[in-house]
């Protein structure tokens, strides 16, 4: 007979009484810990131990912190159905929730199930505060990682609250001993407890996963369309030696090797800003959009690599496409692999070999539920129409929700709804991309299809617990011999081997209070907590800076209030931090300081500036500036002088986020403290003449420019007549060519289609 867990405040007969949930939260309610447990084994039931004990002993409020709205959703369900407490005090809160609603229902809630970046922004507003939560839970505990909203709610958490206790939660912590310590010193955990499928209390509550991997061969006009593109890599590999960047590698450089060399030769730039390093940081560029086009055609697809061409090339075309993208527009080689892309007929064999292992699974087992993971968008499109050309496979894609280029994402509500639906039978089969790998309450899949591995263990894990999980389930993992397959296939292979042994060593470790490794690192954290807090003792000032809303979730906020600086959150309709009545700040990433330059809008904003306080300033964060985007160097330092000399604003440089708020507490200190200035925002946006907000309609189409917009009004005479415009007629203005004539028309008469 099965039993169940009886407490004060869990419903009878609603919560299995398993022996191994009840060692981990035993362990958990301890110390502040890290619980690692396999993918189906109830985490969530071990929050509920943890959560219904320390609310019984303290009282206060517990918080549920997961990454995702439809998580939040679910957990929140889960635990409506399963705690003795009143439905309307265990709340959800997300971004969809106005924050004053959200600090008014804080007062009354006893369970809050929230995303963290929620609690993080009513923190910076201190529209909250947690000095009585008495339990914090940590779902996907993996994320705690760098500047992730985790790592900043667990800090303040540690400050404020009268007994703070939290619990990390994951499947799969990582498989370096630095990422899982990160992960413990920004949650300030001090015990790590680990449950194995190898356990003995654990086997009787595993189902058998059953691992296949399928070879498959790149067919010869494949290979054949690598070719040329490795005619093109090596070229460019010339160039890079020619120029003093030689990698021993070349071809098989991995893209972390890239992205290093990267962001080192943007490092040089700044000690020595000569045209040879531009040159080199271009053709690196050339080389990254290269060597993914080659993993496409090996691991994708032609039609995947068709579509990247296309992007390629509409980047080329587009008025703010760089020069790396331009120049293999031009290239010979990669002309024949876009005309030859377009011709082949055939597809990757794995798409072949995808319709047929789903297809005989739901053919023996017509109730089943697959997924099958893609790494990209346009592959999942693929699959997914690959898949519903055959008989019995109701298949639906699930991305998402960022939109991109002829890629439209999903919103959270249609990725809950696409999940209810699978479950219920509507679709049988879910092709998805990385947002799938996480924390779905899919009970039911029989099988997963990996259409390519991966290199990380995390999401490897997280994909392969997505069966399994209630029964016998099956994963396929489809590998494309002598590709990036193999090597993606043995990284993962031994990064999770290397996890498993981790994972066992931490289980002979010794108890949450005799551990002295974890208790190190947490005396660690707290020294250095109190080292930074006493550097600010002897500047007690209390200083203030008005916010726009649109920072709130940057670095630097959160940065500010560690300093001590109160918080305002307004919308200013000029600049993004004022500090007094005549200093406002506009911050701007070198990446944003160039996209706003090349969307012409960056002089109407530093212009606001000028017009509205006495003593603008400008500040420029990290590096990047000259490579960004691969601009002329002249156009930059162009408009730097112009920003400096015409409008008189001060430019400012920083190195990082932490950086930036370091320069505006001593602007904001300097102004209220020393000068003793009143901090007041004020200015408003200029309005655009007529003839402004005409250009502004017509070159919001993309591929046209400033330039073409007043000579498409100038000839036609209206925003209305230009729309009317024919194809013959637009092309006979002056920067008007054939495409951009073509994209006019294509946006003005085609269809609206959400």
Not at 608 to 616: T, V, W
Request: neutral net charge.
């Amino acid at each position: 007979m099965t039993a169940y867990i009886d407490h004060s405040l869990i419903r009878p007969d609603t919560v299995e009484q398993r022996l191994y949930q009840l060692d981990l939260a035993g362990k958990a309610l301890a110390a502040s810990s890290l619980v690692v447990l396999p993918t189906g084994l109830g985490k969530t039931v071990i929050a509920l131990f943890v959560m219904a004990s320390r609310l019984e002993k303290f009282g206060g409020k517990v918080l549920v912190l997961s990454p995702t709205k439809p998580l939040v959703e679910q957990h929140a369900s889960f635990f409506k159905k399963t705690l003795l407490i009143p439905e309307d005090e265990i709340l959800t809160f997300t971004g969809s929730l106005p924050p004053a609603t959200r600090a008014e229902l804080w007062k009354k809630g006893k369970v809050i199930v929230s995303t963290p970046q929620v609690i993080e922004n009513d923190l910076l507003t201190k529209r909250i505060d947690l000095m009585d939560v008495s339990h914090i839970t940590f779902d996907e505990a993996h994320r705690a990682v760098g500047n992730y909203a985790y790592t900043y709610v667990a800090e303040k958490y540690f400050e404020n609250a009268r007994n703070p206790l939290v619990l990390g939660i994951t499947a799969s912590p990582g498989s370096s001993d630095e990422k899982i310590n990160e992960v413990c010193e920004s949650l300030h955990i001090r015990s790590v407890a680990v449950k194995t499928e190898s356990d003995s209390d654990v086997q009787p509550y595993i189902h058998k996963k059953q691992i296949e991997w399928k070879h498959v061969k790149l067919p010869e006009e494949m290979k054949s369309l690598k070719g040329l593109l490795d005619k093109v890599l090596d070229d460019r590999f010339d160039k890079l030696t020619e120029l003093g960047y030689s990698l021993p590698y070349r071809k098989t450089t991995s893209k972390r090797d890239l992205l290093a060399l990267q962001k080192r030769m943007q490092s040089d730039l700044r000690g020595q800003p000569d045209p040879s390093l531009y040159n080199a940081i271009s053709i690196l560029a050339e080389i990254l959009k290269v060597s993914h086009a080659v993993e496409m055609i090996e691991t994708q697809g032609v039609e995947a690599l068709s579509r990247y061409m296309e992007r390629l090339e509409n980047e080329a075309f587009s008025k703010s496409g760089s020069k790396a993208s331009k120049r293999l527009a031009d290239d010979l080689y990669m002309k024949q692999v876009s005309h030859r892309v377009k011709e082949y007929d055939a597809e990757h064999p794995k798409l072949a070999l995808a319709m047929k292992i789903v297809g005989e699974q739901l053919e023996q087992k017509p109730d089943s539920r697959v997924i099958v993971f893609a790494n990209y968008r346009d592959a999942a499109e693929m699959i997914t129409n690959a898949l519903s050309e055959v008989d019995g496979i109701q298949p639906i894609r699930f991305v998402g929700q960022s939109s991109k280029y002829k890629d439209k994402g999903l919103t959270q509500k249609q990725q809950v709804n696409i999940i209810e639906e699978f479950k219920d039978g509507k679709y049988n089969v879910l092709v998805a991309t990385s947002v799938a790998e996480e924390g779905l309450d899919i009970p039911a899949t029989d099988l997963v299809l990996f259409y390519e591995p991966i290199p990380s263990e995390i999401r490897s894990i997280q994909r392969k617990g997505r069966t399994g999980r209630k029964h016998e389930g099956r994963v396929v993992v489809l590998i494309t011999k002598g590709t990036k397959d193999e090597a993606y296939y043995w990284s993962s292979v031994s990064k999770e081997r290397r996890m498993q042994s981790n994972m066992q060593e931490m289980q002979q470790a010794s108890p949450p209070k005799n551990n002295d490794i974890y208790e190190a690192v947490f005396s660690g954290l707290q020294k250095e907590e109190q080292k930074r807090l006493s550097e600010f003792d002897s500047e007690s000032d209390s200083l203030t800076v008005i916010v726009d809303h649109r920072e709130i979730r940057s670095s630097v906020v959160r940065s500010l209030e560690k300093l001590g600086v109160d918080i305002s959150v307004r919308t200013l309709e000029v600049g993004d931090y004022v500090v007094s009545d005549r200093i406002a700040i506009e911050r701007k990433s070198a990446e944003d300081f160039v996209n706003t330059l090349i969307k012409h809008n960056l002089f109407e904003q530093v212009s606001n500036l000028a017009r509205s306080y006495e003593k603008p300033v400008l500040i420029l964060e990290g590096e990047g500036l000259f490579t960004a985007r691969q601009l002329n160097p002249n156009a930059i330092h162009g408009a730097l002088m112009s920003i400096t000399l015409d409008f008189g604003v001060s430019v400012l440089y920083t190195r990082d986020a932490e950086d930036t708020a370091s320069l505006i507490r001593q602007l904001a200190k300097r102004e209220q403290s020393d000068e003793k200035h009143e901090i007041s925002m004020h200015g408003k946006k200029s309005s655009l003449l007529l003839s402004e907000q005409q250009e502004y309609i017509v070159s919001a189409i993309s591929e046209i420019g400033p330039k073409a917009a007043r000579n498409l009004l100038m000839h036609f005479g209206s925003v209305e007549e230009v729309m009317k415009a024919g194809y013959d007629e637009l092309v006979k203005v002056k920067l008007v060519g054939p495409k951009t004539a073509e994209r006019i028309r294509e946006v003005v008469g085609s269809n609206y289609n959400r």
